[in-house]
């Protein structure tokens, strides 16, 4: 029976039949028995009998493709394949596939939930009450203030669409620019600068390609108000980590919340001191819909590809 590497924790815990349809279409699977993201070394040590993988943000560069002989498929297990060497995978014909819109719904309230928390403060205030602290904490609205968005594919557009239920302003960036849907959806365009300058929430929904890499630094986080919440649902390495630390530091912008950092966890232990960081283990669409939708995808995609 061939096999199948499956890397991602959340795959199939809330719908076995997944291993199911797996056995039924002729696969043994080999499961992450690591409780976290596989190392490289890790994968080098399970991927060189198997014919495909499903994959979720374990690293997947030239020397795992190359250790892996009978490699035919990899089927990611959400939409980022920057942990994927593509031009690896496409020298030896493997074909990628990734669960388009599966999750995206899922992202889209994440990235609502950590506006809100951020700027009402919501695990300070907690944090106080469970100490007797019951003195008030004054926070910033979100209702009607301006949300800029950078990229509006399906996880931007969901949370314009939310943003709205607040009376937002939307503004958007996007490289892809549909100006049919942002006139009939009520989003204006506009460019990163004035996002930047104008915006009181800003929220990052882009692919992590070299163009943009540290797509927010140092000189993106000083055009921002003092007010501004930066939110980061989609990849590590979007943002200059240092540069925002240091603003957070030094309460130059209102708070971030992150949900991706470049290595997961961060390696500098400033970022569980800070009160205005929200963080997140990369679990934006770690939800029961979104993990059965993702993981239904990704069993099809592979099976469809392998054959």
């Known amino acids: 029976m061939e096999k199948v590497l499956v890397t991602p924790r959340s795959y199939g815990k809330n719908n076995p039949a997944l291993f199911a349809m797996l056995k039924d279409a002729g696969y043994e699977v080999v499961g992450n028995e690591t409780g976290g993201i596989m190392s490289k070394e890790q994968i080098l040590g399970a991927i060189p009998d198997c014919v495909g993988v499903i994959l979720g943000v ?73 100490q007797g602290d019951w003195g008030k904490i004054t926070t910033i609205d979100v209702s009607r203030k301006t949300l800029g968005l950078f990229g509006l594919g399906a996880i931007g557009r969901h949370v314009a669409r939310r943003a709205q239920g607040f009376s937002m302003k939307v503004m958007a960036y996007d490289v892809c620019w549909d100006e049919d849907y942002a006139r009939a959806n009520g989003i204006e365009r506009a460019e990163p600068e004035r996002i930047f300058r104008e915006a009181d929430f800003i929220s990052l929904h882009l692919p992590l390609l070299p163009e943009t890499r540290d797509f927010i630094g140092e000189a993106e986080i000083a055009l921002m108000k003092p007010t501004a919440v930066l939110i980061n649902t989609a990849r590590g390495g979007l943002i200059d980590e240092n540069a925002l630390l240091k603003a957070l530091k030094e309460n130059r912008i209102w708070g971030a919340g992150i949900d991706a950092f470049m290595h997961e966890p961060p390696e500098d232990k400033m970022w569980f001191e800070l009160d205005n960081v929200v963080l997140g283990s990369h679990c934006a669409a770690s939800t029961v819909g979104a993990t059965e939708n993702m993981g239904t995808m990704a069993t099809e995609n592979l099976i469809r590809d392998l054959q």
Do not use: H, Q, W
């Open 58 to 130: 374990d690293p997947f560069d030239a020397d795992v493709i190359a250790a892996a002989p009978k490699l035919r498929a990899i089927a990611k297990y959400g939409v980022g394949v920057d942990n994927i060497d593509l031009e690896a995978a496409k020298a030896r014909g493997i074909k990628v596939s990734r669960t388009v819109g599966a999750n995206s719904e899922a992202v889209a309230d994440y990235a609502l939930a950590l506006m809100l928390a951020l700027s009402r403060k919501v695990l300070p205030i907690d944090k106080r009450c469970r």
